[in-house]
């Protein structure tokens, strides 16, 4: 069974840092692009970044270039979302997915 | 850059309906189209891929078409479970807006 386990999400103050961690087990990880998903209370999805299989392309959505960091490590079937200086417009569920697999999500609440 | 826009962003419908949504690409994508269905809390689900290809499990009323620019979803005859709201995305990356399908 495929799982992809979210962690790290919390309250955060404005200019705070935050490291997000998903936890992949049920598919062979090292053969797959990786994205992070955000949705914000009440909107649509907004794809945030992307990695390739063995972490030598990233791709970011402009608003979090320079901010946050996509990487894996593919011996700990894991995928890690660094996200620093964040700002209130941040505040969103933030799914790990694959495309056909999504994590659960964990919410990133940035607020004084 | 590359934007996809959805239409209708909202539309109500009975059960038994057909329904029918689109999504715009502003330049030419292939079929590197994928759609999800989301309910509320719940994270999205996977339901066609390359833009017509049915994903595994996914009832046959679910169908999906085009290329290029221009791509469907239709749902040819709309069940309870349904009602929900259907993103298209492009490459793992861009998402289009949303169209929430909700009961008449």
């Known amino acids: 069974e495929v799982q992809l386990v979210e962690s790290g999400g919390g309250l955060v103050q404005p200019g705070g840092s935050l490291r997000l961690s998903c936890a992949a087990s049920?598919?062979?990880?090292?053969?797959?692009?990786m994205s992070w998903v955000r949705q914000a209370p009440g909107k649509g999805l907004e794809w945030v970044a992307n990695i390739k299989e063995d972490g030598s392309a990233k791709y970011y959505v402009d608003s979090v270039k320079g901010r946050f960091t996509i990487s894996r490590d593919n011996a700990k079937n894991s995928l890690y979302l660094q996200m620093n200086s964040l700002r209130a417009e941040d505040t969103a569920v933030y799914y790990c997915a694959r495309g056909v697999d999504w994590g659960q999500g964990t919410v990133v609440t940035v607020s004084s | 850059d590359i934007q996809l826009t959805q239409s209708p962003s909202f539309l109500s419908a009975s059960v038994g309906d057909r329904v029918t949504i689109t999504c715009r690409a502003s330049e030419g994508i292939s079929s590197y189209l994928v759609w999800y269905q989301q309910k509320p809390g719940k994270a999205p689900k996977y339901l066609i891929y390359?833009?017509?290809t049915l994903q595994s499990g996914v009832p046959s009323r679910f169908s999906g078409s085009g290329s290029g620019t221009e791509f469907t979803l239709t749902i040819s005859s709309l069940q309870p479970e349904d009602f929900a709201t259907y993103y298209c995305?492009?490459?793992?990356?861009?998402f289009g807006p949303g169209t929430k399908v909700d009961i008449k």
């Open positions: 390359a833009a017509s």
């Open positions: 995305q492009h490459l793992n990356s861009l």
């Open positions: 049920g598919f062979t990880f090292s053969s797959n692009w």
